[in-house]
């Protein structure tokens, strides 16, 4: 598995710089945004660097299937209200228009009772 010595989630995926975690197992850490948008916002993330969505292909087709179908499942754990009046925001931003500013691919998940915090 490929790791960024400089990159700050690779870190929190390795366990040296501290997060409150959300889920792990061999190819995934989720962890709780250190400035969250909405009552519930936690980051998922490969625990291979990987810079971006940009740079995903067929190789990572089962990774993101996984990291996908997990969320309905650590949403609700993490105190996401249930579909259809509850729910939950999924964002993946992308390269400097896309507003991406961690370069390591990762997915937002937000939700919880409007109004949130921004967003
Ligand atoms: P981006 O703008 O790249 O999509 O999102 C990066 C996210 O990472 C932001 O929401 C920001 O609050 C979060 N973040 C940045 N540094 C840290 C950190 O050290 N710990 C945690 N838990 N979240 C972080
Ligand atoms: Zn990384």
Not at 19 to 27: G, I, L, M, P
Not at 61 to 71: H, Y
Request: charged share 15%; glycine share 10%; aromatic share 8%.
């Amino acid at each position: 598995m490929t790791h960024d010595p400089n990159c700050l989630f690779c870190k929190i995926a390795q366990g040296q710089i501290p997060s409150r975690k959300v889920y792990e197992d061999d190819q995934i850490y989720a962890f709780h945004d250190i400035h969250p948008w909405a009552p519930v916002h936690f980051l998922m993330i490969p625990k291979a660097h990987i810079a971006s969505l940009a740079q995903v292909d067929g190789q990572h087709e089962a990774l993101l299937g996984r990291m996908m179908t997990l969320v309905p499942k650590l949403a609700l754990q993490e105190g996401c209200n249930p579909y259809p009046e509850g729910g939950w925001r999924v964002v993946t931003n992308t390269g400097a228009e896309g507003g991406q500013e961690v370069h390591h691919l990762h997915i937002h998940v937000m939700g919880g009772p409007r109004p949130w915090f921004k967003g």
